[in-house]
């Protein structure tokens, strides 16, 4: 794989998201929420790339994946108004099929090929699965955490912006109620990862994205997580209660401690 390789796939995902544009402000809203996003996944890949010492050629892999992992996001807004796997298609999935269908790596080996589709398929995967290569793992670990870190960003500032300007998809059409359940404030609290089908509101879904720091991979990606104060950022705007702060210091300090130790 060579750097006119990465230029193809850029300007191949460039002009496939122009075929979203539309007069619509809510519509264009949520596709240039999901445009953006893909280009700071792929930033924030080099972060965790150079952090990691990965070689010039896993890199140029690793930037496929970036700009790819989230493709399956434009057909899926287009045809069911929402960003919730669930209740429309799963996008990784579909952006898995998009990439065959429209041959974006028929020029590439048979070994990258694999290592990046198998890496798009899964990137959304609740773990890791264990019947992968160890390279594609590699690989997959990493969009992961590229992946939480500018997540955690867009909905930092989701939270902080007027109801009538945010990209109305972002949010999975849950109920922004003023409690958080008591199994998901529990999860947190034991260090462990919240399932989106236990989410039932906003703040629900604040403290799922929270537990994530217990699925980042590597020691630059935790590096960036507490430079970039996400954790506390998006605690922010959870309510100050006692179970809150107990789940929020419990990440806190998972996450001091894998930098520590690195």
């Known amino acids: 794989m060579n750097v006119q390789n990465v230029a ?49 050629e896993d890199m140029l892999i690793a930037e496929s994946i970036s700009l790819l992992h989230d493709v399956g996001r434009f057909e899926q807004y287009r045809q069911f108004k929402t960003f919730r796997d669930s209740v429309s298609v799963n996008h990784a999935q579909l952006g898995a099929k998009i990439i065959e269908d429209h041959e974006v790596l028929s020029s590439l080996l048979p070994r990258e090929r694999s290592i990046i589709n198998r890496a798009v398929e899964s990137h959304n995967a609740f773990s890791v699965p264990g019947d992968f290569s160890e390279e594609t793992q590699f690989f997959l670990k990493l969009i992961r955490d590229a992946d939480k870190l500018d997540i955690w960003r867009v909905f930092i500032e989701y939270f902080r912006q007027p109801a009538h300007e945010r990209a109305s998809a972002a949010g999975l059409d849950l109920p922004d109620k003023p409690k958080c359940s ?81």
């Open 8 to 56: 193809e796939i850029q300007k191949w995902f460039s002009d496939y998201c122009r075929g979203f544009d539309s007069d619509e402000e809510d519509f264009r809203r949520n596709m240039t929420l999901k445009e953006d996003h893909t280009y700071r996944v792929r930033s924030n890949t080099f972060k965790i790339g150079q952090g990691e010492d990965l070689a010039p």
């Open 182 to 262: 008591p199994g998901v404030l529990e999860q947190v609290a034991n260090g462990e990862m919240v399932r989106l089908s236990a989410v039932k509101t906003l703040n629900d879904f604040k403290l799922m994205q929270l537990a994530w720091v217990y699925d980042l991979n590597f020691s630059a990606s935790f590096a960036l997580l507490l430079e970039r104060q996400c954790i506390e950022e998006l605690a922010e705007s959870l309510p100050a209660e006692s179970l809150v702060v107990k789940a929020v210091e419990a990440v806190l300090s998972f996450a001091y401690g894998k930098v520590q130790k690195a």
